[in-house]
């Protein structure tokens, strides 16, 4: 596969219909091919409905030849001769069709109704669970507006497909495709009247079909925009009222919700030419088999009884067309959903757990970056590192913002794989290590310190599900935050509220750095983790990490320079390389950088 075609894989979830030529097609197969992989477990139960509706149909199409049957012979009997018993027989006939139709038609839909939320249940999990895995890279170019959008917009328009369209469809299909046949068995002459019938019908099936796909696709996108603003607009709240920016909001909301009304306008108006198209079709069709079938009764070439049944079927055959066509809208609207959600999970995790892992049992912390190279689409960010951090040693990283800081942290915990080089836990490459034995052995906080609803018990518990109220609460003691928490209302039983927010900035950081201390790593990695606290609150967390730094390796991402000062080891950095390496105090006493920061930061205490 070219460049291009990887560059369009990765945005064909959005928009759909710029792709370029081949896309489409790649999309469909795609599609295709996820359903397969949906479908492949209930073969059986797809074929037992496909049996049950076909008999189902079958049942159904009884009638009209029954009252036929019943015009030609069994009236005549009863008239002619008093012969009432073919009457009382083909009423019991009809009863009995009209039975099977109904129970078979009951079983269909409860059947089909369970096989339906069996696939898209299935769908969910594969979805939340792949999402789950793929790298920062995707989360940080893909929105959680657009992933809401696929987990519930998406999802639900298949489930309006598989629900109610599905049905509707596979009838329809049965009819058009058993009428068919039998309006040419029952009267050849009369069924190539409606034959000719077929030809605009065929034009006007093709022409929705070509318009539609497109105009439902354009509704998938206008509702996923919808969600994603929605969604932004009120994750950030506070920032929107504290910038007063509701009335730009409104704005651009009503934009979208009104692209959003023009595409199922749009939509709408398809539906509004073909159905009536169709029906307009039908009754043409009907008239000119009724004015011939008249004729040739007239002339005793065809029975009563078998113009009216043609006529019953005709009917049956038209009304389907109808159905087939709701059942488009639905089609399409979950097409375009599939595509979106087969190009989610399409996407490969570039940082793939290894297929023959290395155990790692026992790990020290020893980190080394040898002669390690990453950058973005746009830039090199470490163009050539090399680094050796001896298990136990605390390291600080200094540096202007963009000098490397975060990404040597990311790569590290194993966030993203090096364009070249290797970086290695204990000797072992992080790329051999089970995912497992990494997350246990790595672990990192970082400056947002987010918290999930639950108790504070259960967000310190995160970091070891396993932990006991007494292991949660020393782990909160040897950080500081024990006090606090104390204090809460239901103390380790309060509930933190949405993202924390019960709780101030620095309480959520010091909840989150008990998390990672009850996870005891080897390897603790800080990116800016101490920038919410309060100088009391920063003071506390420095003397816990003293003590509970000593026997682990530490990688300490800070702009405080107080925070700076409990490491063993500093690195200054600049533009992806590493210009000073030493102690604290060897560097402060010299004239590199750091002591130029160092004397800086002294400066603005005074």
């Known amino acids: 596969m070219t460049a291009s075609d990887q560059s369009w894989r990765g945005v064909a979830t959005e928009n759909a219909d710029e792709l370029p030529t081949g896309a489409g097609v790649f999309l469909r197969a795609r599609s295709r091919r996820l359903l397969g992989e949906l479908a492949r477990p209930h073969r059986r139960s797809l074929w037992g409905l496909l049996a049950t509706i076909t008999t189902q149909n079958v049942a159904w199409l009884a009638g009209p030849f029954l009252i036929g049957v019943g015009i030609d012979v069994a009236v005549p009997a009863l008239v002619d001769h008093g012969n009432v018993w073919p009457l009382i027989g083909i009423a019991a006939a009809m009863v009995a069709a009209a039975l099977a139709d109904a129970g078979l038609r009951f079983l269909f839909i409860t059947w089909s109704g369970r096989v339906g939320q069996a696939v898209l249940l299935e769908l969910r999990r594969r979805v939340f669970r792949h999402v789950q895995r793929l790298p920062l890279s995707f989360h940080e170019s893909y929105t959680s507006g657009k992933t809401i959008s696929r987990l519930t917009s998406d999802v639900e328009a298949l489930s309006e497909l598989l629900d109610e369209g599905l049905d509707n469809l596979l009838s329809a299909v049965f009819s058009v495709l058993f009428i ?184 020290h912390g020893e980190l080394v970056f040898d002669g390690v190279t990453f950058g973005y689409t746009d830039r090199t960010v470490l163009p050539s590192l090399d680094l050796r951090v001896p298990a136990g040693q605390t390291v600080a990283l200094v540096g202007a913002t963009g000098a490397g800081k975060s990404t040597l942290a990311r790569l590290a915990a194993r966030f993203y794989d090096p364009v070249g080089g290797e970086v290695r836990l204990d000797g072992v490459p992080l790329r051999r290590l089970a995912d497992a034995d990494l997350r246990r052995a790595v672990v990192m906080v970082t400056q947002e310190s987010f918290l999930f609803s639950g108790t504070v018990a259960d967000n310190i518990a995160f970091g070891r599900p396993g932990a006991t109220r007494s292991q949660i609460e020393d782990a ?131």
């Open 180 to 363: 068919g046949v039998f309006l040419l068995v029952l009267d050849l002459p009369l069924g190539l009247v409606v034959l000719i019938g077929f030809a605009p019908l065929y034009l006007v099936v093709r022409w929705f079909q070509k318009h539609s796909t497109a105009a439902y696709r354009r509704t998938r996108e206008t509702i996923a925009a919808l969600i994603v603003q929605f969604t932004e607009t009120f994750g950030g709240i506070r920032a929107v009222q504290a910038f007063r920016r509701e009335r730009r909001n409104d704005a651009l909301h009503g934009a979208l919700n009104e692209d959003n009304r023009l595409a199922h306008n749009r939509a709408f108006w398809l539906i509004a030419v073909f159905v009536p198209a169709v029906t307009l079709i039908g009754n043409l069709v009907t008239v000119a088999v009724l004015a011939y079938g008249s004729l040739r009764v007239l002339d005793g070439e065809l029975a009563v009884g078998t113009l009216v049944s043609f006529l019953l079927y005709l009917r049956r055959f038209f009304d389907p067309l109808q159905d087939v066509a709701m059942f488009y809208n639905s089609y399409q609207s979950a097409t375009a959903a599939l595509e979106k959600l087969s190009g989610v999970l399409e996407e490969v995790p570039t940082v793939p757990e290894p297929e023959n892992p290395i155990r790692l049992q026992e790990p």
């Open 476 to 606: 909160a003691r040897a950080i500081g935050a024990h006090g606090f928490i104390a204090a809460l209302p239901e103390g380790y039983d309060t509930d933190v509220s949405k993202r924390g927010g019960r709780l101030s900035a620095g309480q959520r950081q010091l909840v989150s750095f008990a998390r990672a201390f009850l996870a005891d790593p080897a390897l603790l990695i800080l990116d800016e983790a101490t920038s919410s606290l309060d100088v009391p609150s920063e003071r506390l967390v420095q003397h816990a990490l003293q003590t509970l730094l000593a026997d682990r390796t530490a990688l300490i991402i800070a702009h405080r320079l107080s925070t700076v000062e409990i490491a063993d080891r500093v690195l200054v950095m600049d533009d992806g390389r590493i210009v000073e390496d030493g102690s604290p105090g060897e560097l402060v006493a010299g004239v590199g950088r750091f002591a130029d920061l160092h004397r800086a930061w002294a400066d603005s205490l005074v």
